[in-house]
């Protein structure tokens, strides 16, 4: 049965944020599902594809600051894809949710007609710590970063090629990183109150994805195959650079994992770092110097040798949760001695998630509508201590709150507007449904799980002219959903780490129209403002009570929101910035 | 016409002779007058002798006689020209160069008052030879440059004057500068109005390079200028015109320019924000560049206010619309002209206000026959219904300016010098007017009552009526080079004819009511006043 249509959320360090691919190809990898060949209509759900940034190692792993941030995500897998750690190479760090396979009893038919599943990863877009947004320019080789509160510009000089970046968790400075990749080294960009330093590493085997650890004090350059068109197959991508970013000892080293790494994350100790490949969990210990110390194997219950299952690595870095399409089960593979546990489920799951505290996987299974709820690690002494939860409506994806335990479960498979809601950390954990006015197409909780923006699609299956459309749902109010029509696909979404605001941009070159939804809650207020050119990407600078959407413009165009006063500012051509002189 | 004079040329013969008889005859005698130079102010037709090195002011009694004044302007004359309102004129001279003894005259801008008591003002001495000069159309300042005719020994491109016509000459006055340079040179200078800047109202100069900006505080020029470079990437831009706004209405922190680029759809919009704390910089404002784009590269810039609020107006002739952009968002809108317009301009009060308190913008063209009004408090929200086209029957290379009591007039000439319009900006309508002869000039009178016109080195002269557009049509004697609307003394108004070419005559008819039974006829005016 053909998985799920998965798409993938991402959320930032520290505000979260979520790209949609709709409507920017050229900053889009895309690659098909192996299972679903062809007959993807030509719905938001066939362009909404699931993003390179892959299901998140979960809760179970403090994988990232963004995984950190977002808490829990869902994860799906695409018959290709591992979960792993949010990506900061686009965004700054996301956190992901999607959905996979399987079906509900006399809905076969649909779901065997679904599209398949694709990946797609936005690149350039900005990354945002404590008050700044940071944004690379490959081409002049600098790295313009903005106070989101006085909406300066200063710009800074990188290596050659300033490509990816990411947000670095540091408890004073406003950090980044950038990899340059002309110039194979990685520039560390460090803001305090004294001003700005750079520091450049080598990173020789250069990349296009980052993993930051939480603390901040590791980073791991890596290079995701998937976001490379028709990589060579002799083309492994396996060395990754770890970068130890100590203030004052900043240092480098190259280490080799397995094939085609999809993911790296840390454990939530700092000890060690875990890059899911197609060999398996190659574990990095971070010592001096870091070190790949050993492989676990994940292979036993692959289809293929060249697929990769769907994983979650626990926060304390003991187990790794395997899920691959088409069994009736989640493997609990020890890393410290590789030894797997079989957790039987009553079909197979179409998803799997960790939740923010790390006591619970969530796995959905689709054909039962259930969420199986398997405790963390009781679950590898008694593989049936599992909890099945049964649904009202078909669900196959679920998105965990960031710092709730709360989850919500849906379908993307086929048009159904029905939201299931179940805490998962409850002691008797019941499956509530919110009827939603449209086909839900993905799901982005503020952290408390209090509200959650749902985007839809599929909008034509009931009538609508509009290109798609998003609700917000005051859940912890039980106040009823406001659904909102967009005249363009929407390609990122962001909600503010207090859940108070969101962020929805939208737009399509074909049309022309380009906007951002900008959303009060739980007053359900809406604001929507154009702009002047295609979204990238958007976010939320808290520090600073604006919201941003970077958009694309060859100098450079970023739009802030002042939440406050709902006051937009656009920036356009950062580097002009520098080029004042008045010297005193 | 009346011949009651030529007096002076009578004496002329007189004068010589006792001149000669002295023996001690002014060099000026042994000089071929010439090249003269013609100006009209308030109140008076300026001369400028430049060979004799003396302003012959030409006011008007009210029985239309002259009472001629001559004032010295300084040798090594270089240019000159009237402040907008026709108040003064200022005159640059190199003075003697070298400069071999204490006696020899040095640089300088002398101002001469243009009244109808014209007398010499302040004379601000200057410290290199140079030829170039701008005048604030508030003539309250003016900048003295390096000009491409300068060709000394040495030069600095960059080296500014600033004058403070306000104040009398001082240590401080003249400002001597020179700008910051990445490369370029001054091409172009732009007094702004008054803006509210963070550290209290001012006026800036921006200096226009050839390749960035200068901005230099008139409240305090001897700070220096701010320099905006254009391109981060070097690449070649050349600003060539600017809007300012000082913000929306009621505010008084949205000060800004905007910079037409040569060739460029992008346009660079410049916030004049307040310093940061920590930034280390010479001025009590931040010029931040921003970019907005128009669509297609824009002929012309305007701030205009709209139905949504102030708006950047850049008209885009490739396009055939008006790009309202708005500044803080960069979010644009366009109203569709139809046509290819090149130039506009704000006519809100002339043309009896606009829709919401909106502006109404008048473009035109050099190339297309017509003129679009467009309703700017239509121009964002409903775009289709903004623009209102006339049809001419000529395109529009100039637009005059019609004084109270006939500001909703515009005076349009065509390229060819033959066909004029009367546009009323209120009734919207054009009226054809037309010329006999190819490149006649119009000018209009400071009263706003009447348009002249006439033909360069041709006799004819015509007096139109605004009020009811009818042509006076007049033939003088003498060919006509210039002719200038001035106030008489007595209050009325008088019209001098100047023939450059002959023997430097005038011809001075009422402004009123002209005819050649009461005009008076001069010749050799230059002689009249030598003494």
Do not use: C
């Given at each position: 049965m053909p998985g799920e249509r998965r798409w993938h959320g991402s959320c930032d360090v520290r505000p979260e944020t979520v790209h949609l691919p709709g409507g920017v190809p050229s900053f889009l990898m895309t690659s098909p599902r192996r299972n679903d060949a062809g007959a993807r209509p030509p719905s938001l759900r066939g362009r909404l594809r699931r993003r390179g940034l892959l299901p998140l190692l979960g809760a179970g792993l403090a994988v990232s600051a963004a995984a950190a941030a977002c808490g829990s995500s869902s994860a799906n897998d695409d018959g290709s894809g591992i979960p792993v750690p949010g990506d900061y190479a686009g965004n700054g760090g996301s956190c992901e949710g999607n959905t996979s396979g399987g079906s509900l009893a006399g809905f076969d038919a649909g779901v065997d007609a679904l599209p398949p599943e694709t990946d797609t990863t936005s690149y350039g877009a900005p990354v945002a710590t404590g008050k700044y947004v940071w944004i690379a320019n490959?081409?002049?080789?600098?790295?313009?970063?903005?106070?989101?509160?006085?909406?300066?510009?200063?710009?800074?000089?990188?290596?050659?090629?300033?490509?990816?970046?990411?947000?670095?968790?540091d408890p004073t400075d406003d950090v980044a990183i950038v990899l340059n990749v002309l110039s194979l080294d990685a520039t560390v960009l460090r803001a305090s109150a004294s001003g700005l330093t750079a520091t450049t590493l080598p990173v020789p085997g250069s990349g296009n994805t980052w993993a930051v650890s939480a603390d901040g004090h590791w980073a791991i350059a890596w290079t995701d195959a998937r976001r490379i068109t028709n990589p060579d197959p002799v083309e492994g991508y396996q060395d990754i650079a770890v970068l130890d970013l100590t203030p004052g000892s900043e240092s480098s080293v190259d280490l080799t994992v397995g094939y085609r790494p999809v993911g790296v994350g840390f454990d939530t100790a700092g000890g060690h770092a875990y890059a899911v490949t197609q060999d398996g969990v190659s574990v990095v210990t971070l010592g001096q110097p870091p070190a790949v110390t050993k492989n676990i194997p994940l292979t036993s219950n692959l289809v293929d040798a060249g697929a990769t299952p769907q994983v979650a690595i626990t926060q304390d870095g003991a187990y790794a949760l395997v899920r691959t399409d088409g069994l009736s089960s989640i493997d609990v593979v020890s890393l410290a001695d590789g030894t797997p546990t079989t957790v039987p489920l009553p079909a197979p799951p179409t998803d799997l998630a960790l939740s923010a505290d790390g006591k619970t996987a969530v796995a959905v299974v689709r054909d039962t509508s259930q969420a199986a709820l398997l405790p963390i690690p009781g679950i590898v002494a008694d593989p049936s201590s599992l909890t099945l939860v049964t649904a009202d409506a078909l669900i196959g994806s679920v998105t965990l709150a960031s710092q709730s335990s709360i989850g919500f479960f849906y379908t993307n498979a086929l048009p159904d507007p029905v939201l299931t809601v179940i805490d998962t950390g409850a002691a008797m954990p019941v499956a509530s449904s919110i009827l939603l006015r449209a086909p839900v197409f993905g799901v982005f909780p503020s952290p408390d799980a209090g509200n959650v923006v749902v985007l839809h699609d599929a909008l034509?299956?009931?009538?609508?002219?509009?290109?798609?459309?998003?609700?917000?749902?005051?859940?912890?109010?039980?106040?009823?959903?406001?659904?909102?029509?967009?005249?363009?696909?929407?390609?990122?979404?962001?909600?503010?780490?207090?859940?108070?605001?969101?962020?929805?941009?939208?737009?399509?070159?074909?049309?022309?129209?380009?906007?951002l939804v900008v959303a009060s809650m739980p007053s359900l207020d809406v604001q929507i403002l154009p702009l002047a050119s295609l979204p990238i990407a958007a976010g939320v600078v808290a520090g600073a009570n604006r919201g941003y959407v970077a958009q694309t413009y060859p100098d450079g165009r970023i739009t802030f929101i002042d939440f406050a006063t709902g006051e937009a500012r656009t920036l356009t051509g950062f580097e002009l910035a520098t080029e004042v002189v008045d010297d005193p | 016409m009346s011949t009651t004079s030529r007096p002076l040329l009578a004496l002329a013969p007189v004068l010589g002779a006792l001149l000669a008889g002295c023996g001690t005859?002014?060099?000026?005698?042994?000089?071929?007058?010439?090249?003269?130079?013609?100006?009209?102010?308030?109140?008076?037709?300026?001369?400028?002798?430049?060979?004799?090195?003396?302003?012959?002011?030409?006011?008007?009694?009210?029985?239309?006689?002259?009472?001629?004044?001559?004032?010295?302007?300084?040798?090594?004359?270089?240019?000159?020209?009237?402040?907008?309102?026709?108040?003064?004129?200022?005159?640059?001279?190199?003075?003697?160069?070298?400069?071999?003894?204490?006696?020899?005259?040095?640089?300088?801008?002398?101002?001469?008052?243009?009244?109808?008591?014209?007398?010499?003002?302040?004379?601000?001495?200057?410290?290199?030879?140079?030829?170039?000069?701008?005048?604030?159309?508030?003539?309250?300042?003016?900048?003295?440059?390096?000009?491409?005719?300068?060709?000394?020994?040495?030069?600095?491109?960059?080296?500014?004057?600033?004058?403070?016509?306000?104040?009398?000459?001082a240590a401080d006055n003249p400002t001597p500068l020179t700008l910051r340079s990445f490369g370029g040179q001054p091409q172009s200078f732009v007094f702004t109005p008054t803006l509210h800047l963070p550290a209290g109202p001012t006026r800036l100069l921006?200096?226009?390079?050839?390749?960035?900006?200068?901005?230099?505080?008139?409240?305090?020029?001897?700070?220096?200028?701010?320099?905006?470079?254009?391109?981060?990437?070097?690449?070649?831009?050349?600003?060539?015109?600017?809007?300012?706004?000082?913000?929306?209405?009621?505010?008084?922190?949205g000060a800004e320019l905007a910079v037409l680029l040569e060739d460029d759809p992008n346009i660079v919009l410049i916030d004049l924000l307040p310093v940061l704390p920590g930034q280390m910089v010479a001025h009590s404002f931040s010029p931040t560049p921003n970019i907005v784009f128009a669509g297609g590269p824009p002929s012309a810039l305007a701030f205009v206010d709209t139905d949504g609020g102030q708006r950047l107006g850049a008209l885009v002739p490739s396009?055939?619309?008006?790009?309202?952009?708005?500044?803080?968002?960069?979010?644009?809108?366009?109203?569709?002209?139809?046509?290819?317009?090149?130039?506009?301009?704000?006519?809100?009060?002339?043309?009896?206000?606009?829709?919401?308190?909106?502006?109404?913008?008048?473009?035109?063209?050099?190339?297309?026959?017509?003129?679009?009004?467009?309703?700017?408090?239509?121009?964002?929200?409903?775009?289709?219904?903004?623009?209102?086209?006339?049809?001419?029957?000529?395109?529009?290379?100039?637009?005059?300016?019609?004084?109270?009591?006939?500001?909703?007039?515009?005076?349009?000439?065509?390229?060819?010098?033959?066909?004029?319009?009367?546009?009323?900006?209120?009734?919207?309508?054009?009226?054809?007017?037309?010329?006999?002869?190819?490149?006649?000039?119009?000018?209009?009178?400071?009263?706003?009552?009447?348009?002249?016109?006439?033909?360069?080195?041709?006799?004819?002269?015509?007096?139109?009526?605004?009020?009811?557009?009818?042509?006076?049509?007049?033939?003088?004697?003498?060919?006509?080079?210039?002719?200038?609307?001035?106030?008489?003394?007595?209050?009325?108004?008088?019209?001098?004819?100047?023939?450059?070419?002959?023997?430097?005559?005038?011809?001075?008819?009422?402004?009123?009511?002209?005819?050649?039974?009461?005009?008076?006829?001069?010749?050799?005016?230059?002689?009249?006043?030598?003494?």
């Open positions: 490959p081409s002049s080789g600098r790295v313009a970063y903005i106070d989101a509160t006085t909406l300066q510009i200063k710009l800074v000089e990188a290596g050659d090629g300033p490509t990816y970046l990411a947000a670095v968790p034509t299956s009931i009538g609508s002219q509009f290109v798609a459309a998003a609700s917000l749902v005051p859940v912890a109010l039980g106040l009823p959903p406001k659904i909102i029509g967009l005249t363009a696909p929407p390609i990122s979404v962001a909600v503010a780490p207090d859940g108070a605001h969101a962020l929805i941009a939208a737009g399509d070159d074909g049309t022309g129209i380009y906007e | 005859r002014d060099p000026v005698w042994d000089t071929t007058p010439g090249p003269l130079v013609d100006f009209g102010l308030v109140g008076s037709a300026a001369i400028l002798d430049t060979s004799a090195s003396r302003a012959l002011m030409l006011p008007v009694e009210g029985d239309l006689t002259l009472s001629p004044v001559s004032l010295p302007i300084g040798r090594g004359f270089a240019t000159a020209a009237p402040t907008m309102d026709g108040s003064k004129l200022l005159v640059l001279t190199h003075g003697d160069v070298p400069v071999r003894t204490p006696a020899d005259q040095t640089p300088g801008l002398g101002v001469i008052g243009g009244g109808t008591s014209p007398a010499l003002g302040a004379l601000y001495p200057l410290a290199s030879p140079i030829s170039g000069l701008s005048i604030d159309p508030e003539g309250a300042f003016a900048v003295v440059y390096s000009s491409p005719a300068d060709v000394s020994f040495v030069e600095n491109p960059n080296e500014l004057s600033i004058v403070d016509l306000g104040r009398a000459p921006v200096v226009l390079t050839d390749q960035d900006l200068g901005i230099i505080d008139l409240g305090a020029p001897a700070e220096g200028d701010i320099t905006v470079e254009l391109s981060s990437s070097g690449e070649s831009v050349t600003p060539t015109a600017i809007a300012v706004t000082d913000g929306p209405a009621g505010t008084t922190d396009q055939q619309n008006l790009t309202l952009l708005d500044p803080a968002t960069g979010i644009s809108s366009t109203v569709d002209l139809g046509g290819a317009f090149e130039s506009f301009t704000v006519v809100t009060a002339a043309a009896g206000g606009g829709t919401n308190g909106a502006d109404v913008a008048l473009a035109w063209s050099t190339q297309s026959p017509e003129v679009a009004f467009i309703d700017l408090g239509g121009a964002v929200g409903t775009p289709y219904r903004a623009v209102q086209v006339l049809e001419l029957e000529q395109p529009v290379a100039q637009i005059l300016d019609v004084p109270a009591p006939n500001e909703r007039l515009k005076l349009l000439v065509a390229p060819d010098g033959q066909s004029f319009f009367v546009l009323d900006l209120v009734a919207r309508t054009a009226s054809p007017i037309a010329s006999s002869t190819a490149g006649t000039v119009a000018s209009v009178a400071g009263d706003g009552q009447f348009a002249w016109l006439f033909s360069p080195g041709g006799t004819d002269l015509a007096q139109l009526d605004l009020q009811n557009l009818h042509p006076l049509n007049l033939t003088l004697d003498d060919p006509i080079s210039g002719a200038f609307d001035v106030a008489r003394r007595d209050g009325g108004r008088a019209l001098v004819a100047v023939d450059e070419d002959a023997d430097f005559g005038v011809t001075v008819l009422d402004g009123t009511n002209p005819s050649l039974e009461s005009a008076v006829e001069y010749s050799a005016v230059l002689l009249g006043s030598l003494r």
